[in-house]
């Protein structure tokens, strides 16, 4: 069955550290996108993606870099872990402009971050 | 720039009773929007409950219906009878059909309670 899996569900940090969050879909879709969820604002777009390689930044792209190494996995690094970074992370996938669905996106589980 | 607003949730509701969210548009950018509600439950990712592409146009998933009014720029999600299973955070969404999914502008959710 076709998905989108984020890992680690949740994960804790201290400021200043590494964090990497990772997601792999099996849906085909050659788009794939980072958003933040917080109390009180609609998902956000942190930075996305059209296909292996690529990436395009998003409406909320400080503090964070992304990278794309195949159709199927998308990264997000956080190098320098501030607390105003704590968050709900999700990514998503979807088709391509022009394909049936193009803009109907499909979303993983979610990550939880911590920034201590 | 594009936005949407929905009702501030939480939202408690009893169980057989009938639910409104309210949802709010303005889509200065794209002359012809999709309309979205995806839910959230608990522990799991954003999934489509219901999109509309023309406008007038009513949309139905689960019990659930919308109608995409362009007139009061409106996309009310309604169900009649909730269930204590229909306890999940609801997001209306606005899409552009000529660009992919990067352009999905969505609300702040509202999160429904429904209890036994």
């Known amino acids: 069955e076709a998905a989108v899996t984020q890992s680690p569900r949740n994960k804790v940090t201290v400021t200043g550290g590494n964090v990497t969050l990772s997601c792999r879909q099996t849906?085909?879709?050659?788009?794939m996108y980072w958003y933040r969820q917080d109390t009180g604002h609609g998902l956000r777009l942190i930075h996305y993606?059209?296909?292996?390689?690529?990436?395009q930044i998003g409406d909320v792209p400080d503090g964070y870099k992304a990278t794309r190494t195949t159709q199927e996995d998308f990264f997000l690094l956080l190098e320098l872990a501030s607390p105003s970074q704590t968050s709900l992370y999700f990514c998503?996938?979807?088709?391509?402009?022009?394909?049936?669905?193009?803009?109907?996106?499909?979303f993983g589980a979610g990550t939880r971050l911590s920034v201590l | 720039g594009d936005s949407v607003t929905q009702t501030e949730g939480p939202v408690t509701v009893s169980e057989s009773e009938s639910l409104i969210i309210n949802c709010t548009y303005s889509?200065?950018?794209?002359?012809?929007?999709?309309l979205f509600w995806y839910v959230r439950y608990p522990g799991e990712g954003l999934q489509l409950l219901l999109k509309?592409?023309?406008?007038?146009q009513k949309g139905s998933s689960r019990g659930f219906e919308a109608t995409y009014n362009k007139e009061t720029t409106s996309f009310h999600l309604q169900k009649a009878s909730v269930q204590e299973s229909d306890s999940a955070v609801y997001y209306c969404?606005?899409?552009?059909?000529?660009?992919?999914?990067?352009?999905?502008?969505f609300g702040s959710g509202t999160r429904l309670l429904v209890s036994p």
């Open positions: 998503a996938s979807s088709g391509s402009p022009g394909q049936p669905s193009q803009n109907t996106l499909y």
């Open positions: 849906n085909s879709h050659n788009y």
């Open positions: 993606s059209y296909g292996a390689g690529n990436l």
């Open positions: 889509a200065t950018s794209i002359a012809y929007p999709n």
């Open positions: 509309v592409i023309t406008a007038g």
């Open positions: 969404a606005l899409g552009d059909p000529l660009t992919g999914g990067y352009k999905v502008v």
